[in-house]
């Protein structure tokens, strides 16, 4: 079982950005979220150019961690990803990858262009809520400890 409360003593919700075209996955999620005994707090937007978007117009209040979809129309994730780590205000943001793709060199691209974890979606809910309580933990450490280590989560 996850602490609710992260290593910092904060008691507020993790504020979590996800960044999903496909509008079940983001419900899915979303349901997934409020099953678990975490406090969370979740902000989506549709594609990449959105979530660009929101973390420019949000620049006061970022989120604490990034659920983010390769596979995206108008700006895929890698390019989101790469976006992120090379702004100054931005990189230090915990990304988790969120995707369908198992290959790989995408796998290989998104921890190159700096991701934290990366999640094969699960497509059963059970897992789904498995792989984030697993998944949060990590971003939050990382949060904290300014962490290198890579992680992948298959359900």
Do not use: W
């Not at 075209?21 to 969370?40: G, N, Q, V, Y």
């Not at 890698?78 to 976006?83: A, Q």
């Amino acid at each position: 079982m996850i602490s609710a409360q992260p290593t910092n003593g904060n008691l507020k919700p993790l504020k979590i950005l996800l960044a999903d075209d496909d509008k079940d996955d983001r419900l899915f999620f979303s349901m997934a979220l409020e099953a678990l005994t975490i406090p969370t707090k979740l902000a989506t937007v549709v594609d990449g150019e959105k979530l660009m978007d929101y973390l420019s117009e949000n620049a006061d209040q970022l989120p604490d961690v990034i659920f983010l979809d390769i596979n995206m129309p108008r700006k895929n994730g890698i390019e989101c990803l790469s976006e992120i780590k090379q702004n100054k205000k931005l990189k230090g943001l915990p990304v988790i990858i969120f995707s369908t793709s198992n290959s790989k060199d995408k796998i290989g691209m998104v921890f190159k262009n700096g991701a934290d974890v990366y999640i094969h979606k699960p497509s059963d809910f059970s897992q789904l809520k498995q792989v984030i309580v697993h998944a949060l933990p990590i971003a939050v450490e990382n949060i904290f400890s300014n962490g290198s280590l890579k992680y992948i989560l298959n359900a």
